[in-house]
């Protein structure tokens, strides 16, 4: 759905659009950003044969502060003549992420270190987690932490706080980071698009506990990480991203754990990135990724 041009904008902006491929997409979108007084600072696009869609993301800078209402009206008349879904957005807005974690750490580790570095433009209302064993780091980084317990008889309960916590800090996205509760398929129905999930991703893929001993003992070669959107379907959401390294019959279960886990934080973060730049187009069961 095209969405109404952000108030307060600085001097850069990010279009993107998604519809029917057509002849003259790119010339009619360049004419109303030129009009604008808008240089175009980078563009890709990408006119997908399999579906008949045509997908664009324009990054655009000028002199002077946009004027959002004369933006709003170009954006307007995209749609029109167009057909298409048309967003645009301010690049230099820090986007609001809810990190959600259990009781392993690395990749909310690593998240942390990030954003308080400057690598994500984002800004993180809120850690959720369903223990304890993270709050004073958390709480360290000047970040609210809500022990929210999850058991079968408590979910409905605990997901209508979570909920309480999404509107109450006016979240963008969910992300989560080794988060070890499957959420619900009303939950993943009412976010879709904004929910990130980090999972490894072994072959063969091996389910349940202990996923690197049980790796060890098939004497894998290659693991793996996956990050993907989160649907009802587990761990079969539109994929984001992925990484992988060999491995060999040299390496103990702690070792492939140790690798596999800084598989998972890069994986996760660069699809977290592509996300919060509008870098990712969901279509679907289906993803595609300018870089």
Request: proline letters at 6%.
């Amino acid at each position: 759905m095209s969405g109404p041009v952000p108030s307060g904008l600085g001097r850069e902006v990010v279009l993107t659009l998604s519809g029917p491929d057509r002849r003259g997409i790119v010339h009619t979108v360049t004419g109303e950003m030129v009009a604008l007084d808008l240089n175009i600072l980078d563009s890709q696009q990408f006119g997908d044969p399999s579906t008949g869609e045509f997908h664009l993301r324009m990054h655009l800078g000028g002199d002077e502060p946009i004027d959002p209402g004369a933006l709003e009206a170009a954006r307007t008349g995209l749609v029109e003549q167009l057909g298409a879904d048309v967003d645009v957005h301010d690049p230099h807005e820090p986007h609001r992420l809810l990190i959600m974690v259990s009781r392993q750490g690395h990749v909310l580790n690593d998240l942390l270190f990030r954003v308080r570095t400057g690598q994500l433009n984002v800004v993180v209302p809120a850690v959720v987690s369903n223990h304890e064993d993270f709050r004073d780091e958390v709480e360290w980084h000047g970040i609210p932490f809500h022990h929210v317990p999850v058991t079968a008889e408590t979910k409905p309960q605990a997901e209508e706080r979570l909920r309480e916590i999404i509107a109450a800090e006016d979240v963008e996205t969910v992300a989560l980071a080794r988060y070890m509760q499957v959420l619900s398929e009303g939950m993943c129905t009412d976010f879709p698009g904004r929910i990130i999930n980090i999972h490894h991703s072994l072959l063969p893929s091996f389910k349940g506990a202990r996923p690197y001993r049980q790796a060890h003992d098939r004497g894998v070669k290659v693991i793996g990480a996956t990050a993907h959107y989160v649907t009802a379907d587990l761990d079969e959401g539109p994929i984001i991203e992925q990484d992988f390294r060999r491995v060999d019959h040299r390496m103990s279960p702690e070792q492939l754990a140790r690798t596999g886990q800084e598989l998972e934080a890069m994986a996760f973060a660069r699809a977290l990135r592509w996300h919060v730049e509008r870098r990712v187009v969901l279509r679907g069961r289906r993803t595609i990724v300018f870089d």
